[in-house]
C-alpha cells in the first residue's frame, strides 16, 4: 500500500532549539517509520525577510541539517530537500498567485502578525507577503497529504486548501491534493525566562548544538518563583518554567511529583530541582549532542545528502508540473 505523503520544513534562520524539539523533530523521527516523509528546508521563504543577508541563509542550511540528523531523522526513510533546488515550487507559486486575491493575503493573520514583529511598516516585501502562496506550492509539488506544523502554521494550510480546490475546480481536473494539518500534541515549550514561546530572537533558547557547560548555565539562570526566595519558604508550581519542563523531559513523573510536593510544603531550593532538571537533560541531550559533532564535521556529506534528496524530489515534482501545465492547456510541447 502507497504510504501517506507528508511534509514538513523549516527556515534555516538559526540553529534549532528544545522548542523544536518538543514541537516537531520528535514527531518526525516518529512518522518517518509510517509516512512518507519529506522535509524541506525552507531557504526561499528565509529570504523574504533577510534578502540582505542571504549567507545567514545559506550557513544555516547546513546547522539545521545537522539538527534534523542528530535528533536521528534519518536520511534512508526520509527525503530531506533544499527548497531553492526545487524550480517547479517557484513555477506553481506564479500559476497560483492568479488564484488568490490580495484581500485573501491580507487576512491571513499569522502574516499580519509577522509583519507587525517584523516592523515592516509600510514597506513589506512583495515576497514576504506572499509567502503563503509559496507555502502552498511547497505542500502541493509532493501532493502532500499530511503537513505536521505548529498552530501559527494554520492559516498556511487553509490558504494552500483553497487554492488546491480553485485549481481543480477551474482546470476542471483533480490534479493537486488537500493537505491536513497536523498539530503538535504537546505543549508550547515556553522560554528559560519564562516567557510563553521559546525562540530565537526572544535569546531564551536552549540549542540541541549547546555545549554541556552552555546547557548548565541556560538551567541555572531558569525563570522559578520569584516570591520563592528562602529555601524554607513554600514554591509554586504554576508558571515555574524548571517544573514545566520537568513535565516535558523527565521520565521519572513520581520522582518530579514528589519534587513538587516538597517545593509546594517549602524546603526545598531551586538549585537542588534545577540541578535534577540538568541532569534529565543532559542524558536526553548529550548523545543528540555528540552526534551533531560527527555530522558537522563531515560538511561535505552532510550536503551531498540534502542534494541527493532534492534531486529526488525534482523528479516528483516534474510530474506534477507536467500534470499541472497538461490541465492548464500549457502542455505546448503536445501540440
Ligand atoms: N512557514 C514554516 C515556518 O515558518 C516553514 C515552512 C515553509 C513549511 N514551507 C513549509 C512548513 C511547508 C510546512 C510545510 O515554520
Known amino acids: 500500500m502507497k504510504k501517506t505523503v507528508v511534509l514538513t520544513g523549516d527556515r534555516p534562520t538559526g540553529p534549532l532549539h528544545l522548542g523544536h524539539y518538543v514541537g516537531s523533530l520528535l514527531n518526525r523521527t516518529k512518522l ?28 544555516h542550511i547546513f546547522e539545521v541539517a545537522c539538527d534534523y540528523l542528530a535528533v536521528g531523522i534519518d536520511p534512508q526513510k526520509t527525503t530531506f530537500f533544499i527548497q531553492s533546488m526545487i524550480p517547479a515550487i517557484a513555477e506553481l507559486s506564479v500559476m497560483y498567485m492568479n488564484l488568490v486575491t490580495v484581500a485573501r493575503v491580507q487576512r491571513n493573520p499569522t502574516v499580519k502578525t509577522e ?21 502552498a506550492a511547497d505542500i502541493t509539488v509532493v501532493k502532500a497529504q499530511v503537513v505536521p506544523v505548529g498552530e501559527d502554521q494554520l492559516p498556511m494550510i487553509e490558504q494552500t486548501n483553497e487554492i488546491v480546490r480553485s485549481f481543480n475546480r477551474i482546470y476542471k481536473k483533480e490534479v493537486l491534493v488537500e493537505a491536513q494539518a497536523l498539530i503538535s500534541q504537546c505543549p508550547r515549550l515556553p522560554g528559560i525566562d519564562g516567557q510563553a514561546k521559546m525562540g530565537k530572537s526572544l535569546n531564551n533558547a536552549i540549542y540541541l548544538k549547546d555545549s554541556a557547560d552552555e546547557l548548565a548555565k541556560k538551567v541555572r539562570s531558569m525563570y522559578t518563583d520569584p516570591h520563592h526566595i528562602r529555601v524554607e519558604d513554600s514554591g509554586s508550581i504554576e508558571g515555574n518554567t524548571v517544573f514545566t519542563y520537568l513535565d516535558v523531559f523527565a521520565d521519572d513523573k513520581t520522582h518530579v511529583q514528589a519534587l513538587k510536593d516538597h517545593y509546594q510544603k517549602g524546603g526545598l531550593g531551586d538549585m537542588k530541582v534545577k540541578n535534577y532538571l540538568l541532569e534529565v537533560l543532559e542524558a536526553k541531550f548529550a548523545p543528540i549532542r555528540e552526534r551533531r559533532k560527527e555530522f558537522q564535521k563531515d560538511r561535505a556529506q552532510v550536503m551531498r545528502m540534502l542534494i541527493e534528496g532534492s534531486e529526488r524530489v525534482v523528479g516528483v515534482s516534474l510530474k506534477t508540473m507536467a500534470e499541472v501545465k497538461e490541465a492548464m492547456g500549457l502542455n505546448y510541447s503536445a501540440f
Do not use: C, R, W
Open 32 to 59: 518517518q517509520d509510517t509516512h512518507e516523509q519529506f522535509v524541506m528546508i525552507a531557504d526561499m521563504q528565509a529570504l523574504t525577510d533577510n534578502a540582505d543577508n542571504p549567507e545567514k541563509v545559506s550557513n
Open 115 to 135: 509583519i507587525q514583529q517584523k516592523g515592516f511598516g509600510q514597506s513589506i516585501p512583495v515576497g514576504f507577503f506572499v509567502y503563503p502562496i509559496h507555502q
